[in-house]
């Protein structure tokens, strides 16, 4: 009997089944011409799921667009796993102040499970009214010791992990500051596995954490070797996770959505006018959001832009597991998933030497995205800019997103 096996570079091979040693030679050697994350298996796993997949809007049967977001996010958010319902935390005040032309408060709230979540919201001092509002959404980094400090500023004793951190990634800017300073309310918490929602040391038998312990929280060198930790960690939590009926992304999702709940319950907040932005784990998080919840009206998804066939064949290894939402490829490619908030606006910013994903991906997600908003007839809603050097939300970048976000929460 004979077979047809398609290669990875478009080749393909025909022989025979079961026709010997020979022939399960030359089989491998045609799978096995492009390297992938499977090796041999790549070929065939890139296959499994259909393009466009099977809840896709650029499907032709889809001809209504309410219709088919309906169906499309109610499988997302059943893919997601998340926790139980439950209703909008009781954010408390710890402290406030003014600086630098900002309004300035410390907030924390408690969800059923965990450690106390830790937030800063951000507004201009002299701001009347009800504001636009962005939920700003910390970036991952590979530093599981912080979380909204990495791209808020809040006093003049800034951590040098962070500014170290905020002069690589972001220009030197306290992203989440700059665009409050632009006229809307910002909130920012940490999210799960992150700074006031990490894991303790503590809590983890003395094996798990190879016998550390935190004596001095913010000395920089016990700060990396615990995201060093946190970093070997990832797999546990996402199997244990796995083993309660959940997913990572389930989890954050819906405590982003809590947060969320936290910011468009303020009465300086206009709840019909509703952002997210955020770079890398924190684009990750927009995507998945915007996804989620309509209340987002516009979203910028920085740096976290490409394909399920992109992390399948190039690049899981360069990811975290928060990526990762097991079935949902078969009914939804990774960009479409923000997509599922059509026609509402979209902005995606891209690095054209970002080493996270590969740039023919990164451009196959822009011409999903682009086929999705032609088809909800909203081409002007969505946008994606491709910008030079490697994995980052620079200044550059963020004055194209500040401009996004005036243009389609003020108006």
Avoid at 85 to 113: F, K, M, S, T
Avoid at 320 to 346: F, H, Q
Wanted: aromatic share 10%; hydrophobic share 40%.
């Amino acid at each position: 009997m004979a077979a047809t096996y398609h290669r990875s570079d478009g080749g393909s091979y025909t022989g025979g089944l079961g026709s010997g040693s020979q022939a399960s030679l030359q089989w491998l050697a045609a799978m096995s011409t492009t390297p992938n994350m499977v090796g041999a298996y790549g070929d065939w796993s890139s296959k499994i799921v259909s393009d466009p997949p099977r809840l896709s809007f650029r499907n032709a049967h889809y001809t209504q667009l309410d219709a088919w977001r309906t169906e499309a996010r109610s499988r997302y958010v059943a893919s997601l796993l998340q926790p139980p319902p439950a209703g909008a935390p009781a954010a408390r005040l710890v402290r406030r102040a003014d600086r630098d032309g900002l309004h300035i408060e410390h907030l924390e709230w408690q969800l059923p499970y965990g450690p106390v979540t830790q937030a800063v919201f951000l507004k201009p001092a002299n701001a009347r009214g009800k504001l636009p509002a962005i939920l700003g959404l910390h970036d991952h980094g590979g530093n599981k010791y912080f979380g909204a400090r990495k791209i808020t500023r809040t006093g003049d004793d800034q951590h040098p992990l962070m500014a170290e951190h905020q002069n690589h990634y972001y220009g030197g800017a306290a992203w989440a500051n700059e665009i409050a300073k632009r006229g809307f309310a910002v909130l920012v918490h940490d999210t799960f596995m992150f700074a006031s929602r990490r894991v303790r040391l503590a809590d983890l038998p003395g094996n798990i954490r190879n016998n550390m312990v935190e004596n001095d929280p913010e000395n920089s060198d016990e700060i990396k070797r615990f995201n060093n930790f946190a970093g070997a960690h990832e797999h546990l939590v996402a199997k244990s996770l796995f083993c309660a009926g959940l997913t990572w992304p389930g989890v954050f999702v819906w405590e982003d959505q809590r947060a969320l709940d936290v910011l468009l319950a303020r009465e300086d907040v206009d709840a019909a006018r509703a952002g997210c932005c955020g770079l890398s784990g924190g684009g990750l998080r927009t995507v998945f959001l915007t996804g989620a919840d309509a209340r987002i009206q516009c979203s910028t998804a920085a740096g976290m832009m490409t394909t399920w066939r992109d992390y399948l064949l190039n690049k899981c290894h360069t990811h975290t597991w928060m990526c990762y939402i097991p079935s949902i490829p078969r009914d939804l490619d990774y960009p479409e998933i923000i997509g599922i908030n059509a026609p509402k606006p979209v902005l995606v910013l891209n690095n054209n030497e970002d080493s996270l994903f590969t740039l023919p991906e990164m451009r196959r997600a822009d011409d999903i995205l682009k086929a999705v908003y032609a088809k909800a007839g909203a081409a002007e809603r969505y946008k994606a800019s491709f910008y030079p050097g490697p994995h980052k939300f620079d200044l550059e970048m963020q004055k194209e997103a500040w401009s996004w976000f005036e243009r389609w929460l003020k108006a």
